[in-house]
C-alpha cells in the first residue's frame, strides 16, 4: 500500500513527536502539508519532511480550504482551546483525525466534534496515548483473560513530579484553566481514560476533592525574586529554572521539557529565555490557578469502583495502579506487572516490555508510537476498529472528567451523561 499521505495542524512538540514517527517509517505514513503560526517552527518541520512551500499555511484555515491538499488525514496537535474548529471543519472535508487530548475544553465542544466525525462518516483517533503502549495491553489482557476473576475495584496513582508540575503547571502553558482547561483534563485525562479502558466499563458517577495548596503567593519566601536568576534562595529552592534546565542542557536532553523553553541549546540562549521568559519565573510569582493535588471516586457501570490520585509533590516516575479481584489481585507501575493469585497464593510476573520512558519524553512507553501504527494502520486499511480511542471510549471518560471537576467544586457526587 501506498504511505498515508497526512497534513500536520501544530508543529510544536506534540506534533513533531508523532510526526518523527513517519520519518522512521516512510513505507506507512508521509506528511504532505502543515499549519503553523510560528515561522521557525514551520520553516523546521517543512525542511525534515520535505514539504513544498504551496502545502505550508501559517493557518489551518488556509490548510483545509486548500483545494490542491492531497492528504487522507490530518493530525492535531494545536492547544486544548485549539481542537474543536479544525477538528469539525476537517471531518466536513472528509478527512480522518487524530486528534490531540484532550477532546476540548468544554464538554458541548467535545459533543460537538463527537457528533461532526460521526455525521461524516470519518475515522476519529484521540491521542490517548496509553491506552496503546505495550504495558497497557498486557495489563488489558490479563484482566479480560480473568487472571484475577471479576474486577471489583481499582487504585491508580498519577506521580505528576514536582519539576514537572512547576515546568507545565506553573510556568508552562497548562498553568490557567482560561488559557488551556483544568488539571483533570489538561494532565489526568490520560488517567481518567485508563482506568475507563482497563476497566472495560463506562464510568458512571464521580465525587472528586483536590486544590492549589503550594504553588500561591502566600507560600513565597520572603528573600524570593520575581525570577530564579536574580533569586537569592533559589539555590536552596527545589523548583529552581536553572538547576531544571541547565542539568539538561549540560546532558545533552535536548527534547522536551528543554526544547520548549528554547529552540537553541546553547547556555547564553537558555539564560535569555529564563531571563525573559515564562520558564524562568519564581514559581510562587506566577499566574497559575489550576489544583497540584486533587482525588477522585469514580463507580462504574455494572458497580464497579475505582479511586484516583494526582498530586506534584513527588519525584514523578511511572504511574501505579493495583486492579483488585475476585480471584486475584493485579499490582504494575509500567515497568513490572504481578499477579497475585489468590487460589495458588503464587506471585507471577509479567514483562510490560515498554518502549522508552513512560512520560512524554520518552514516548509514553511505547504510546506515541503504538498510536501511529495503529491510526495509519486504520486509514490505509479503512478498518477502524484498529483504534483504541474512537469516539464513543473517548466521549465517556472525558465528560467523567468534566464531571469529576464539577463534583470538586460543588463537593457533590455527579452522574456522567451527555449535555
Known sequence: MDPVRLALIGAGDRGNAYARWALAHPGRARFVAVAEPDPDRRARFSAAHGIDPADQHDDWRALLADGDLAADAVVIATQDAG???????AAARGLHIM????LAPTPQECVRIVDAVRDAGVMLAVCHVLRYAPYTRLVKHLIDSGAIGDVVSVQHHEPVGFWHQAHS?????????????FMLLAKSCHDMDWLQHV???????????????HFRPENRPAAAADRCLDCA???????????????RLARGEHGWPLSVVTPVFTEQALTAALREGPYGRCVYACDNDVVDHQVVAMEFDGGVTASFTMNAFNTGGHRRTRVFGTRGE??????????????????????????GGADAAGGHGGGDAGLMDAFTAAVATGDPSRILSGPAQT???????????????EGTVVTVARP
Open 83 to 89: 481542537h474543536a474548529d479544525p477538528a469539525v471543519a
Open 199 to 213: 476497566v472495560g466499563r463506562d464510568i458512571a458517577r464521580v465525587s472528586s476533592f483536590g486544590g492549589l495548596r
Open 169 to 181: 503547571f506553573v510556568r508552562g502553558n497548562w498553568r490557567r484553566e482560561d488559557l488551556s482547561s
Open 233 to 247: 534562595v533559589e539555590p536552596d529552592c527545589p523548583y529552581s529554572a536553572p538547576r531544571l534546565y541547565r542539568d
Open 330 to 355: 493485579l499490582v504494575c507501575d509500567a515497568v513490572s506487572v504481578t499477579v497475585h493469585d489468590f487460589t495458588t497464593g503464587t506471585a507471577t510476573s509479567h514483562d510490560p516490555a515498554t518502549a
Open 99 to 102: 486528534l490531540e487530548k484532550p
Open 395 to 409: 466521549l465517556n471518560s472525558h465528560l467523567a472528567t468534566f464531571a469529576a471537576e464539577q463534583a470538586r467544586h
